[in-house]
């Protein structure tokens, strides 16, 4: 700029051509600064992770979630351990349906009513009495067929109490 001033164009100008002259000056740093801004912006962009190239529709995402879910159930079906506790996998899915399980359930109805000890609802068509167990089988399989883990519940709170270990009888 300060060559400018001291130009002989610069001193033989009228102040119209001085004002063309800075104006001219301003636009080429103003061109200069949104060339950089624009490589950065770029650069930016060249950084970014790809974007998918197409969205999936809803029944491509429902196909997908249950292969994934047919995977993991084939991975778990892998490492699942037996259990036995009086000859009785414990681990299994059809635990609930053996004669050993079922006898149990009537001696803890009968030992503890058929009354939910969290909230106290009694038991009837419309909601059934739930035997849960007190520490969750899947943690203490060992403790499936011990009546002193088990507690009359309704399904509302059974589903709300969940695999975590939380005693009403107290």
């Avoid at 610069?10 to 624009?38: G, H, V, Y």
Wanted: charged residues 35%.
């Amino acid at each position: 700029m300060d060559d400018l001033y001291n130009s002989e164009a610069w001193i033989k100008a009228t102040p119209r051509q001085r004002q063309d002259f800075i104006s001219k000056l301003s636009a080429n740093k103003r061109m200069e600064q949104d060339k950089l801004k624009e490589e950065r912006r770029l650069k930016k962009i060249a950084d970014r992770q790809p974007t998918p190239a197409k969205k999936k529709s809803k029944r491509q995402k429902r196909k997908e979630q249950i292969f994934q879910r047919q995977i993991r159930q084939a991975d778990r079906s892998k490492f699942v351990k037996t259990v036995r506790v009086n000859n009785v996998d414990v681990i299994a899915a059809d635990f609930l349906s053996s004669p050993e399980w079922r006898s149990l359930r009537l001696l803890a109805i009968q030992k503890y009513g058929s009354t939910c000890l969290s909230c106290g609802r009694e038991a009837t068509k419309r909601f059934p009495i739930n035997i849960d167990h007190v520490k969750p089988r899947k943690y203490f399989p060992e403790l499936a067929l011990d009546i002193n883990n088990l507690q009359p519940l309704c399904g509302k709170c059974n589903k709300r109490k969940g695999n975590k270990t939380i005693d009403y009888r107290i």
